[in-house]
């Protein structure tokens, strides 16, 4: 069954709706959410994960990775993972990358030079990149791995950031308390979480996103067969302590030009 992920600019009313599925397809969709208006974008035979994409501030780019399986000429299966900036809602990259690590990016002379490894092709991004751009989610610490390590701190967690969220707890192992019933973990004592917040205008209530990691089975109470290693879930807290858990939805986020909550389930 297809999957929809949206990603919200946090300066500008632009948006992206992407797809998984069927199979082994991504699509992106644009999405205007000042006349909620809808543009058809790209296909692309491959793994695009909403984790791995975000929108620069200002909605102009679109940063994304995408894992392509592909037989080699040694006649077996192999995973290629390469990244890009683009023009949403289109995938022709502005600058690309191959493998999965994007290394740091810093200013240079009026334009953003990447640093990559030895293993790396990099490139210089365009002058008009650096609008609402430095400071983004594939920003990475010298020395990073792509994948982590023992389910560490993704590299990518500053992509919420980015997207206006803010950190109310850091990045670290959680009790098997906290934990429980968020879902069927193998290894409870190895899970690790952070919890990020919005607050809604005038209402007295907090959006609340945690990203967990850790291995856990697709079978419980909740059915998390759609949710990989790496997952999120979203609540509502108010004031007064009342809380509102909605644990179908795969990403919700705060619509700051419609003061109002968008997400999507199912």
Known sequence: MPKFHLILASKASTAVLIRRGPKKWSCVFG????????????????????????????????????????????????????????????????????RDGIGLLREQGGSLQLDVGPDQQGSILPDTLDEGWIGTGIKLKPGTQPWGHNYRAPIRIGKWGLEGWTAITPWGKCSEEECRGVACWRSPDDVHRIHFEKPIPGTGWKLRLCHWVGSHSDEGPRNESYRG????????????????????????DLDTFRNRIVWTKG
């Open 229 to 252: 290693v790496r997952f999120e879930t979203f609540s509502l807290h108010s004031i007064s302590g009342e809380v509102r858990e909605f644990p179908d939805w795969i990403s919700a």
């Open 31 to 98: 999405w205007d959410r000042a006349g909620d208006t809808f543009q058809p974008g790209q296909c692309v035979k491959g793994y695009l994960e909403a984790m791995d994409a975000t929108l620069s501030p200002c909605g102009r780019y679109f940063s994304y990775a995408v894992a392509v399986d592909r037989m080699t000429e040694k006649g077996y299966f192999e995973t290629c993972i390469y990244s890009a900036v683009s023009r949403p809602p289109w995938l022709k990259a502005l600058a690309f990358w191959n």
